[in-house]
């Protein structure tokens, strides 16, 4: 079985301060890893995936995240927090020789002015 | 534009009256699903098809049925709505021989049941 634990559901950072989602998972296979972002009444957006390519991952919006199968994470970092950050965002896994996509619960950022 | 499209965007109905959720992507993809998002629970599977006529059971299928007769669609179905089916859905897509594709996800359908 696979699994996806987001720590903290709710983050908050100032503007410009360094933004650290964190995700965790659990996997027998090796993983397809990926974020998604959810801005308010929208549906999910790919904010960036890992493929095995590379455990550095940059994606969209200046965000990046880093693959550590030693610590079985994936955390997303952004270096400066913008006010159109705000959102929630998902961590989400999907096996090796598996269509099925588990996601996190989800971690709600805010970004205070 | 490549997109998936869900229909209606927002439905509160009652306890019992049949409804359908609507889904269809322009993107040729193979792989369609449905899930539900609850407040704290994140996003679960309810259904998947891997190609026209294959469905199956996501992790809480319960109370809903879903059919693929075409490609492009992926209708939802609940027959007999219950108030615990209160949630907002999300339709999504991906290419079916790429696992490390991601899934495309439509803007979502609020259903409110009473």
């Known amino acids: 079985a696979q699994s996806v634990t987001q720590l903290g559901s709710h983050v908050s950072v100032s503007e410009g301060a360094l933004v650290l989602l964190r995700c965790n998972y659990s996997?027998?296979?090796?993983?397809?890893l990926f974020w998604y972002v959810q801005y308010p009444n929208q549906g999910l957006q790919l904010l960036l995936k890992?493929?095995?390519?590379?455990?550095l991952v940059k994606g969209i919006n200046g965000f990046e995240a880093e693959f550590k199968k030693s610590e079985t994470s994936f955390h997303l970092t952004k270096p400066s927090a913008h006010m159109s950050d705000a959102a929630e965002y998902f961590c989400?896994?999907?096996?090796?020789?598996?269509?099925?996509?588990?996601f996190g619960k989800g971690t709600k950022l805010s970004v205070i002015p | 534009e490549a997109q998936v499209t869900q229909n209606p965007r927002y439905l509160i109905t009652v306890t019992g009256k049949k409804l359908t959720v609507t889904c269809s992507q322009n993107?040729?993809?193979?792989?369609m699903s449905w899930y539900r998002q609850d407040p704290g629970l994140g996003l679960r599977q309810i259904y998947y098809?891997?190609?026209?006529?294959?469905?199956d059971k996501g992790d809480v299928p319960e109370g809903y049925k879903v059919s693929r007769k075409e490609k492009r669609n992926f209708p939802l179905i609940l027959e007999s709505p219950s108030p615990n089916q209160t949630s907002l859905y999300f339709c999504?897509?991906?290419?079916?021989?790429?696992?490390?594709?991601?899934?495309?996800f439509g803007d979502g359908t609020r259903l409110s049941i009473l």
């Open positions: 989400a896994l999907r096996g090796a020789g598996s269509y099925q996509l588990t």
């Open positions: 999504a897509s991906s290419l079916a021989g790429a696992p490390n594709q991601p899934q495309h």
């Open positions: 890992y493929t095995s390519a590379a455990t």
């Open positions: 993107m040729n993809h193979e792989y």
């Open positions: 098809s891997m190609n026209v006529e294959v469905t």
């Open positions: 996997s027998s296979v090796p993983p397809y």
